[in-house]
C-alpha cells in the first residue's frame, strides 16, 4: 500500500490544495530541503571515498550537464530511481505523520478552549486529522485522502 502513497500529491494529504501558492511553496521547499539531506544518507552507504573525489572532479567540468551527473550515480548504484524512489516515499510518510500528529495537538487545544459554538467544527477537525493519522500509518493513503475530504478548504 506503501506506493499508493506515490499517486498522491504532497499538498493534497495536507488538505492544502485551497492555501494560497506561497504557502504550498513553503511546504514544498521545505519538504524538498528535507529530502535532499535523506536521500544523501541513504545513498552514503553506496559510495566509497574515492568516488566523491571523482564526482568533485566531474563537477568542476565547466560543461558539466545533470545527465552526466546522474549517468555517475547510475554507475555506481545501477538501481538508482529505485532506492531514490524508495527514499522519497520514506520521507513522504515520515513528513506527512509528523504534520498529522502536530495538527492533532492543535485541534486539542483549540477544543479544550473552544467555547460551545466551535466545539463540533474543532471535533470533526481533529477526528479527520487523527483518522488521518492512523491510516497513514497503515500505509493505507487511499483512506487518508478520503478522511481529509472534511477539512475545510
Known sequence: ??????KYDLI??????????????????????????????KLNPYFKDEDA???????????ITPEQVIDFYKTRLPNLEEVLDEA???????????VYQRKIN????????????NRPAFESQLKAWQSALEFSQQDDWDKVKQVLVVLPR
Open 53 to 63: 573525489d571523482e564526482l568533485k572532479k566531474l563537477a568542476e567540468q565547466p560543461e
Open 106 to 117: 492543535e485541534f486539542e487545544q483549540k477544543l479544550a478552549q473552544a467555547d460551545e459554538d
Open 1 to 6: 500500500m506503501k506506493q499508493d502513497l506515490a
Open 12 to 41: 493534497e494529504l495536507l488538505a492544502g490544495e485551497s492555501w494560497p501558492e506561497t504557502e504550498q511553496a513553503k511546504v514544498v521547499i521545505g519538504f524538498t530541503r528535507a529530502l535532499s539531506g535523506y536521500v544523501a544518507e
Open 88 to 98: 522519497i516515499l520514506e520521507l513522504k510518510k515520515i513528513f506527512l505523520v509528523d
